[in-house]
């Protein structure tokens, strides 16, 4: 056992202090350290100066901790410490390592016993103690040392005004937490009466120690129950879930369960709403955590009092409630407690009003293995508000466009919901949200009556634009609430463009397409509102295609299009909010894209004029709207070559030959960064697609793009010329028969393509712009730049081999060496020897490793934590220290 009473280095003459003094153990063990916290255990390379500053730095910090005379001024740079030990204590070995530590094993020990220590240091101690006491040795040594009992025994122990710092009642509970990994922690907080503290400290003053208690509760009830089925099973048994409510029984249970089950109890039948609701929680958080088996072993012994609970008054109490149920729906497997949970759900959905039963009915249609009747209830529930608003807004509905049938009995809550503004608002808005989720889930529990629900959801969508006629009085008040409300326009739009990826045939596409071009027409349509409405119809629009090997419109969408569709786009393309013009650039660019392969789309296009009217916003004087009109322009290229035979002026045909100069003049002149990045983005979309340039487009433009969007000084249209020049070496490559993805081959006749290939790239100028962009002061634009040249070196060495005289000498070029070098070593990047032997010579692959590391890897270091927390405490008195 280690004996904590020697614990700390020898002072050796000429050391002025214990932690000045740095033992070879301790070195080796600091090696390893940094290694585990910075480099991960799979890189163990670094230099020996940075090794020595680190073993340096850790034992002066530990001085500083131990040190009441000085303060660390930012509490971050602890939490940021605790975090990065946190890390590595997972590993028993890494965590053994920490433990002999003996500048850590130090302020453990002999810290705690100062008077006037900083509450912040006293938390991390307790923190960090929790932590090397996850170990069950090591627990045991601390235990017999009375260190534990000191720190997490009694707080009178601790002093009162100490234990009235918020952040030492914290890190106190934080350290049970960290240490909570074996059962010695449960005889622990059982001998020193823990656990009548940590129930107490549920109601702290302070939110975060009152939350950070229930979270404990909740994890020591789950563990020891867990602790005590092994026990109950044998050692050698596996828990099996289903036996568990028989063969567990609570005189199994340890005096920490019964303490705890007692305090939940007494709360559920306290009457006070705000002890049933803190009960419930901490059933919640029990049923959440990793052991199923608690909340099984519990429940036969508080559902008695949870009924008891159903047949009282729900108000405060229903949302936790729902949370408890549907938790322990999904964490248990539904034999276990089945039909127990089912029932009582049904119930609750029943009890509930119809605002706390909304959630309850969603949670309900996401179970899985959930019987049938139950599913249909919840379902009811979900579509009462939107069923009562057809009910009252129609003389007499069709039967395929109700939700639910007559013998359905509305919620007495409803009426009166729906009769006040802004009720009205939040339980049609919470209601959509539900059927949204439903909509977006991967695969649907429930067959929704789609018909019914897209006329229910137009119906509201009509009411608040103001072209629905209510039948009944309780209509005309809804209508009065929602016209104009942009807030259920934006839950109601959402919902109808999500149904068309389910519902097959649809009666309402007339209807739907109709509706949404009213609001895309509508002056007072929020940009917002507008922006979801184009969303939506590009849905329905996508739901109109037929399928086949010539896709084709359907005759409705055929005929919408036909309508007023286009002139109206054309006016919002103009409007006067530049949000409306960009939205509508947006929609059309995806509309042309994705109807390419449609003729007669291509043809009505071709001939409306909006091509034309889009090359005019490029010079718009928003840079948004710019950018989405050269991504619009793009798009439309795409559309099928049938166009080009159309004898309109206005046509494609027409304003195709002209799109290449734009783009380059806005390359070249655009003040604003949007619109450069979109024009080579357009660009390399096009080179990427072969058939979209033409060769003597490519010889001409290319090399003058590449040129131009290098030298940018926004790093994303850097980025975006270097994918231009990756797809540029693609298409060389394909035209070569060569992929650089390939194994290099070693024939002649291999050899020869390749230096064709680069060739061709070294007369496009490709290695000067790659070569340049290699050292960026832009992470990203160096990290594209050098996985394009890593991959031209794949090829390399197969066709340089008999050409490469000069070999590099061993010399590593880096940032600044570089261009003296290509210098020195006149090195001609038009010259296709030359170059291979640049990529040979250049470290592409350590320089990759460097690049993909975060950004701030030495900022967010553990060595820039550690002067941080230095630096903090040698200036008390400036602000405090910058530890991320």
Same mark, same amino acid.
């Given at each position: 056992?280690?004996?904590?009473?020697?614990?700390?280095?020898?002072?050796?003459?000429?050391?002025?202090?214990?932690?000045? #003094?740095?033992?070879?153990?301790?070195?080796?063990?600091?090696?390893?350290?940094?290694?585990?916290?910075?480099?991960?255990?799979?890189?163990?390379?670094?230099?020996?100066?940075?090794?020595?500053?680190?073993?340096?730095?850790?034992?002066?910090?530990?001085?500083?901790?131990?040190?009441?005379?000085?303060?660390?001024?930012?509490?971050?740079?602890?939490?940021?410490?605790?975090?990065?030990?946190?890390?590595?204590?997972?590993?028993?070995?890494?965590?053994?390592?920490?433990?002999?530590?003996?500048?850590?094993?130090?302020?453990? #020990?002999?810290?705690?016993?100062?008077?006037?220590?900083?509450?912040?240091?006293?938390?991390?101690?307790?923190?960090?103690?929790?932590?090397?006491?996850?170990?069950?040795?090591?627990?045991?040594?601390?235990?017999?040392?009375?260190?534990?009992?000191?720190?997490?025994?009694?707080?009178?122990?601790?002093?009162?005004?100490?234990?009235?710092?918020?952040?030492?009642?914290?890190?106190?509970?934080?350290?049970?937490?960290?240490?909570?990994?074996?059962?010695?922690?449960?005889?622990?907080?059982?001998?020193?009466?823990?656990? /009548?503290?940590?129930?107490?400290?549920?109601?702290?003053?302070?939110?975060?120690?009152?939350?950070?208690?229930?979270?404990?509760?909740?994890?020591?009830?789950?563990?020891?129950?867990?602790?005590?089925?092994?026990?109950?099973?044998?050692?050698?048994?596996?828990?099996?879930?289903?036996?568990?409510?028989?063969?567990?029984?609570?005189?199994?249970?340890?005096?920490?369960?019964?303490?705890?089950?007692?305090?939940?109890?007494?709360?559920?039948?306290?009457?006070?709403?705000?002890?049933?609701?803190?009960?419930?929680?901490?059933?919640?958080?029990?049923?959440?955590?990793?052991?199923?088996?608690?909340?099984?072993?519990?429940?036969?012994?508080?559902?008695?009092?949870?009924?008891?609970?159903?047949?009282?008054?729900?108000?405060?109490?229903?949302?936790?409630?729902?949370?408890?149920?549907?938790?322990?729906?999904?964490?248990?497997?539904?034999?276990?407690?089945?039909?127990?949970?089912?029932?009582?759900?049904?119930?609750?959905?029943?009890?509930?009003?119809?605002?706390?039963?909304?959630?309850?009915?969603?949670?309900?249609?996401?179970?899985?293995?959930?019987?049938?009747?139950?599913?249909?209830?919840?379902?009811?529930?979900?579509?009462?508000?939107?069923?009562?608003?057809?009910?009252?807004?129609?003389?007499?509905?069709?039967?395929?466009?109700?939700?639910?049938?007559?013998?359905?009995?509305?919620?007495?809550?409803?009426?009166?919901?729906?009769?006040? $503004?802004?009720?009205?608002?939040?339980?049609?808005?919470?209601?959509?949200?539900?059927?949204?989720?439903?909509?977006?889930?991967?695969?649907?529990?429930?067959?929704?009556?789609?018909?019914?629900?897209?006329?229910?959801?137009?119906?509201?969508?009509?009411?608040?634009?103001?072209?629905?006629?209510?039948?009944?009085?309780?209509?005309?008040?809804?209508?009065?609430?929602?016209?104009?409300?942009?807030?259920?326009?934006?839950?109601?739009?959402?919902?109808?463009?999500?149904?068309?990826?389910?519902?097959?045939?649809?009666?309402?596409?007339?209807?739907?397409?109709?509706?949404?071009?009213?609001?895309?027409?509508?002056?007072?349509?929020?940009?917002?509102?507008?922006?979801?409405?184009?969303?939506?119809?590009?849905?329905?629009?996508?739901?109109?295609?037929?399928?086949?090997?010539?896709?084709?419109?359907?005759?409705?969408? $055929?005929?919408?299009?036909?309508?007023?569709?286009?002139?109206?786009?054309?006016?919002?393309?103009?409007?006067?909010?530049?949000?409306?013009?960009?939205?509508?650039?947006?929609?059309?660019?995806?509309?042309?894209?994705?109807?390419?392969?449609?003729?007669?789309?291509?043809?009505?296009?071709?001939?409306?004029?909006?091509?034309?009217?889009?090359?005019?916003?490029?010079?718009?004087?928003?840079?948004?709207?710019?950018?989405?009109?050269?991504?619009?322009?793009?798009?439309?290229?795409?559309?099928?070559?049938?166009?080009?035979?159309?004898?309109?002026?206005?046509?494609?045909?027409?304003?195709?030959?002209?799109?290449?100069?734009?783009?380059?003049?806005?390359?070249?002149?655009?003040?604003?960064?949007?619109?450069?990045?979109?024009?080579?983005?357009?660009?390399? /979309?096009?080179?990427?697609?072969?058939?979209?340039?033409?060769?003597?487009?490519?010889?001409?433009?290319?090399?003058?793009?590449?040129?131009?969007?290098?030298?940018?000084?926004?790093?994303?249209?850097?980025?975006?010329?270097?994918?231009?020049?990756?797809?540029?070496?693609?298409?060389?490559?394909?035209?070569?028969?060569?992929?650089?993805?390939?194994?290099?081959?070693?024939?002649?006749?291999?050899?020869?393509?390749? $230096?064709?290939?680069?060739?061709?790239?070294?007369?496009?100028?490709?290695?000067?712009?790659?070569?340049?962009?290699?050292?960026?002061?832009?992470?990203?634009?160096?990290?594209?730049?050098?996985?394009?040249?890593?991959?031209?070196?794949?090829?390399?060495?197969?066709?340089?081999?008999?050409?490469?005289?000069?070999?590099?000498?061993?010399?590593?070029?880096?940032?600044?060496?570089?261009?003296?070098?290509?210098?020195?070593?006149?090195?001609?990047?038009?010259?296709?020897?030359?170059?291979?032997?640049?990529?040979?010579?250049?470290?592409?692959?350590?320089?990759?490793?460097?690049?993909?590391?975060?950004?701030?890897?030495?900022?967010?270091?553990?060595?820039?934590?550690?002067?941080?927390?230095?630096?903090?405490?040698?200036?008390?008195?400036?602000?405090?220290?910058?530890?991320?």
């Amino acid at each position: 056992m280690l004996s904590f009473s020697a614990v700390g280095p020898t002072p050796s003459p000429g050391l002025s202090s214990e932690a000045d #003094v740095i033992s070879p153990e301790l070195l080796h063990i600091l090696h390893i350290f940094h290694d585990l916290l910075v480099k991960g255990k799979d890189n163990f390379s670094y230099s020996w100066r940075m090794e020595s500053e680190y073993v340096e730095l850790l034992p002066r910090v530990c001085a500083v901790l131990g040190d009441s005379g000085q303060s660390v001024v930012d509490d971050t740079c602890l939490e940021k410490l605790l975090d990065c030990f946190q890390a590595i204590t997972k590993n028993e070995t890494e965590l053994y390592i920490l433990q002999r530590i003996p500048c850590l094993t130090h302020i453990i #020990v002999n810290i705690p016993k100062q008077r006037d220590l900083n509450p912040s240091t006293l938390s991390f101690i307790m923190r960090l103690t929790g932590l090397f006491a996850a170990s069950e040795n090591y627990f045991h040594e601390l235990e017999n040392d009375g260190i534990l009992s000191s720190l997490f025994g009694s707080p009178a122990s601790l002093g009162s005004e100490t234990w009235e710092e918020a952040t030492v009642r914290c890190g106190w509970l934080l350290g049970i937490q960290n240490m909570l990994q074996h059962e010695a922690v449960i005889q622990f907080l059982c001998k020193y009466d823990c656990i /009548d503290e940590i129930i107490r400290l549920q109601k702290d003053p302070s939110i975060f120690v009152a939350s950070t208690a229930s979270q404990l509760l909740a994890n020591i009830l789950s563990f020891s129950l867990q602790c005590s089925e092994l026990a109950s099973l044998g050692n050698g048994s596996k828990v099996q879930l289903n036996d568990t409510v028989a063969a567990l029984h609570s005189v199994n249970w340890s005096d920490c369960v019964y303490a705890i089950t007692g305090h939940i109890e007494d709360f559920l039948k306290s009457g006070v709403t705000s002890n049933i609701q803190q009960a419930l929680k901490l059933l919640s958080k029990v049923s959440g955590t990793n052991y199923p088996v608690a909340i099984v072993s519990l429940w036969p012994k508080i559902e008695g009092s949870i009924k008891l609970l159903l047949k009282g008054d729900l108000t405060g109490i229903g949302q936790p409630l729902t949370k408890l149920f549907l938790n322990v729906s999904r964490t248990v497997p539904c034999d276990v407690l089945e039909p127990k949970i089912w029932d009582l759900l049904s119930l609750l959905l029943r009890l509930l009003n119809q605002a706390e039963a909304l959630t309850l009915a969603s949670g309900i249609l996401k179970l899985k293995n959930c019987p049938q009747s139950l599913r249909m209830q919840a379902a009811t529930t979900l579509f009462q508000p939107l069923n009562y608003i057809i009910t009252v807004t129609s003389v007499q509905p069709e039967e395929d466009t109700v939700l639910l049938d007559a013998s359905s009995n509305y919620r007495a809550d409803i009426e009166h919901r729906l009769s006040r $503004k802004s009720a009205c608002i939040n339980l049609l808005c919470q209601t959509l949200s539900h059927l949204l989720e439903l909509l977006q889930m991967p695969s649907q529990k429930i067959e929704l009556p789609y018909q019914a629900l897209i006329h229910s959801v137009l119906t509201v969508l009509k009411l608040c634009i103001g072209t629905a006629i209510p039948t009944t009085s309780a209509g005309v008040s809804i209508s009065r609430h929602l016209i104009g409300c942009i807030k259920v326009q934006r839950a109601g739009i959402d919902v109808l463009g999500a149904i068309p990826q389910w519902a097959g045939r649809i009666k309402e596409v007339n209807s739907a397409l109709k509706l949404l071009l009213d609001y895309i027409r509508n002056p007072d349509t929020d940009s917002t509102v507008l922006k979801k409405a184009l969303q939506a119809l590009f849905h329905w629009m996508l739901h109109c295609i037929e399928a086949g090997d010539s896709p084709a419109l359907e005759p409705t969408l $055929k005929e919408f299009l036909d309508g007023d569709f286009f002139s109206v786009m054309k006016k919002r393309l103009f409007d006067v909010h530049w949000e409306i013009r960009d939205s509508a650039l947006e929609f059309l660019g995806q509309l042309c894209f994705q109807f390419k392969e449609v003729e007669s789309f291509c043809r009505l296009i071709g001939s409306c004029g909006i091509p034309h009217l889009v090359l005019e916003l490029l010079s718009d004087p928003e840079s948004y709207v710019r950018a989405s009109a050269i991504s619009a322009l793009g798009k439309m290229n795409y559309l099928s070559p049938n166009w080009q035979t159309l004898p309109n002026e206005n046509s494609v045909t027409v304003m195709k030959g002209n799109i290449l100069p734009h783009l380059l003049d806005i390359l070249n002149q655009d003040t604003e960064g949007f619109p450069r990045r979109a024009a080579v983005k357009v660009l390399a /979309d096009w080179l990427k697609n072969s058939h979209m340039l033409s060769s003597c487009e490519l010889d001409n433009f290319v090399p003058i793009i590449l040129k131009i969007g290098s030298n940018d000084l926004d790093w994303e249209v850097k980025v975006h010329s270097l994918e231009l020049a990756e797809a540029f070496i693609d298409q060389s490559s394909s035209n070569s028969l060569i992929s650089p993805y390939a194994v290099s081959l070693s024939n002649s006749t291999h050899s020869a393509q390749v $230096k064709v290939l680069l060739q061709t790239l070294c007369d496009a100028g490709i290695f000067i712009i790659l070569f340049h962009a290699l050292w960026d002061c832009d992470r990203p634009v160096a990290q594209k730049a050098c996985e394009i040249l890593m991959k031209l070196k794949r090829i390399t060495p197969g066709a340089d081999s008999s050409q490469i005289h000069n070999k590099p000498n061993g010399h590593k070029p880096n940032r600044e060496s570089f261009a003296e070098w290509l210098s020195s070593s006149n090195f001609n990047l038009q010259n296709v020897s030359d170059v291979m032997e640049i990529m040979i010579a250049l470290d592409l692959e350590f320089q990759h490793q460097q690049l993909v590391r975060s950004s701030d890897h030495i900022e967010s270091s553990l060595r820039s934590l550690l002067q941080d927390i230095l630096a903090a405490a040698e200036n008390s008195e400036d602000s405090g220290a910058d530890c991320y």
